[in-house]
């Protein structure tokens, strides 16, 4: 993760997309960077001027458009940067499209090129905001091509739809390496940014019933195994208090000594979402740590106070078979874990550890 990303981290949701826009805005002084996404635009925008001077947040009575390009006359392109938040007021009722419509009007009422509004959205949001502008704007029928949305208002002006992946993904790649760079770490922040942010739920979405039993059964299979680990002497207690809810949102795991680590069995959603591979994983403190390391190396994600790795599920098996394949997967972890110790891999200090489990009480057995 790149410092800009982590920085977003640490600072709030409406700060973060005003970083990622204005950023943008910086990136897009580098001539080079603009020549390269003014060659782009010519694709929906095939009369738009060039070369284009690109500024942030300049103001007027019809709002504070993101991103601003202007020839040597006129306002002649308009940048919006977002996320999930809804439509500004002068987005919502074409403010920005006016604006640029009167500066044509006043300053060159000649040239073929009237103005035009490029959103630059996460992936999932191009062709539902698409729709919405279609339907704000009167646009003609929106056109995809490239990872671009497009369509025209009745006078001509371009209105466009693409993803901050397709617009950072094309500057990544330049030649001018500084300019790459900051491209690149400019769209780890966006992905950082659009994982956190609120999704709208589909009707489909609400109504589901298969997720939220998936994931109550996932809680049930994770007691399971912990008893059989226990039963079966493959893993021992670490206290009288097993059953761990922290860790992030919906975290639920069990903790556990398993081949002289302490480690915690977790259903953890934040991974999941962040990385697939697996919607259980096996998640070390500091005194296990390295180990881990020794026995998982590449395969382990880290986070600010420990490190974890994802613990396979095996594809269209019942549940029995699931927790037979479980129970075998940490006990070959634990034998290597051992392993490692005894080959002379250090064991951190436990007792800064102890404090740190959930106070609340075990949830009890639930069968799987």
């Given at each position: 993760?790149?410092?800009?990303?982590?920085?977003?981290?640490?600072?709030?949701?409406?700060?973060?997309?005003?970083?990622?826009?204005?950023?943008?805005?910086?990136?897009?002084?580098?001539p080079?960077?603009?020549?390269?996404?003014t060659a782009v635009l010519r694709a929906v925008a095939p009369n738009l001027p060039a070369p284009?001077?690109?500024?942030?947040?300049?103001?007027?009575?019809?709002?504070?458009?993101?991103?601003?390009?202007?020839?040597?006359?006129?306002?002649?392109?308009?940048?919006?940067?977002k996320f999930w938040a809804?439509?500004?007021?002068?987005?919502?009722?074409?403010?920005?499209?006016?604006?640029m419509r009167r500066q044509h009007a006043e300053h060159a009422p000649e040239h073929p090129h009237v103005g035009a509004l490029v959103f630059i959205v996460p992936p999932r949001r191009t062709a539902t905001l698409m729709d919405?502008?279609?339907?704000?704007?009167?646009l003609t029928t929106p056109e995809s091509n490239g990872g671009w949305w497009s369509a025209q208002t009745v006078d001509g002006m371009t209105v466009a739809v693409t993803s901050w992946d397709e617009l950072l993904g094309?500057?990544?790649?330049?030649?001018?390496?500084?300019?790459?760079?900051?491209?690149?770490?400019?769209l780890d922040l966006v992905k950082q940014v659009d994982h956190g942010s609120f999704v709208p739920w589909s009707a489909e979405q609400l109504t589901d019933q298969d997720g939220p039993r998936r994931l109550l059964t996932l809680a049930s299979m994770v007691e399971a195994v912990h008893r059989r680990l226990l039963s079966t002497d493959v893993a021992t207690s670490v206290s009288t208090r097993t059953t761990i809810t922290q860790g992030g949102p919906l975290s639920f795991g069990k903790r556990m000594r398993l081949g002289g680590v302490v480690v915690t069995l977790r259903v953890h959603l934040e991974l999941w979402a962040r990385h697939g591979r697996s919607p259980l994983w096996l998640a070390f403190r500091a005194s296990g740590a390295p180990a881990a390391r020794r026995v998982f190396a590449e395969r382990l994600v880290e986070a600010d106070y420990w490190i974890a790795v994802a613990v396979p599920l095996p594809e269209g098996q019942v549940g029995d078979d699931v927790r037979e394949h479980l129970v075998a997967w940490l006990t070959d972890a634990g034998r290597q874990l051992e392993a490692a110790l005894e080959a002379g891999v250090p064991l951190g200090d436990e007792t800064a550890e102890e404090g740190d489990e959930d106070p609340g009480e075990d949830v009890g057995e639930a069968p799987v």
């Open positions: 993760m790149s410092l800009l990303s982590r920085l977003a981290t640490k600072i709030d949701k409406l700060s973060t997309e005003l970083a990622a826009t204005e950023a943008l805005g910086l990136i897009l002084a580098s080079a960077a603009a020549m390269s996404v284009l001077r690109y500024t942030t947040q300049a103001g007027d009575d019809d709002g504070r458009p993101d991103i601003i390009g202007r020839d040597d006359h006129r306002e002649v392109l308009h940048v919006e940067g809804g439509l500004t007021d002068a987005q919502a009722r074409g403010g920005y499209l006016e604006r919405e502008l279609e339907r704000r704007y009167g094309r500057l990544a790649g330049m030649a001018k390496q500084d300019v790459a760079e900051d491209a690149r770490q400019l």
